[in-house]
């Protein structure tokens, strides 16, 4: 079983920046497909952006040109530097790993795994 651990959650204000990270252990091999998804309360996880294993990456509307999400090579961390952050991005962000990425109308689809990490909460406020 493998176990993600996030870090990097906090308190910023709205256009400031901020970096969460995923580790994964329980595997000595790598882990692909790795996403981020991120929950309010009382609302639905939603995904954020995956990475796929060759690297392709997709976001949400949300978040596309403010989110990337990149992973270290021969590592299995996953980071997500949120720039420009809005009070609307506060959300506990949670982890996924090794998932399934599919074709669908011309793009990518991420379908989530049982793998989840603990989550860190990111909140936006001034």
């Known amino acids: 079983q493998v176990q993600l651990v996030e870090s990097g959650g906090g308190l910023v204000h709205p256009g400031e920046s901020l970096k969460i990270s995923c580790e994964a252990f329980?595997?000595?091999?790598?882990?692909?497909?790795m996403a981020w998804y991120r929950q309010a309360p009382g609302k639905q996880r939603e995904l954020v952006t995956f990475?796929?294993?060759?690297?392709?990456?997709s976001y949400a509307d949300s978040v596309k040109g403010r989110f990337t999400i990149y992973r270290e090579n021969n590592k299995n961390s996953m980071y997500l530097q949120m720039n420009n952050l809005k009070p609307e991005d506060t959300n506990v962000y949670y982890c996924?790993?090794?998932?399934?990425?599919?074709?669908?109308?011309?793009?990518?689809?991420?379908?989530?795994?049982?793998?989840w990490g603990q989550g860190t909460q990111v909140t936006v406020s001034s």
């Open positions: 329980g595997t000595g091999s790598r882990i692909d497909p």
């Open positions: 996924n790993a090794a998932g399934t990425v599919l074709p669908s109308r011309g793009s990518l689809v991420y379908i989530e795994s049982t793998n």
């Open positions: 990475i796929a294993s060759d690297g392709s990456t």
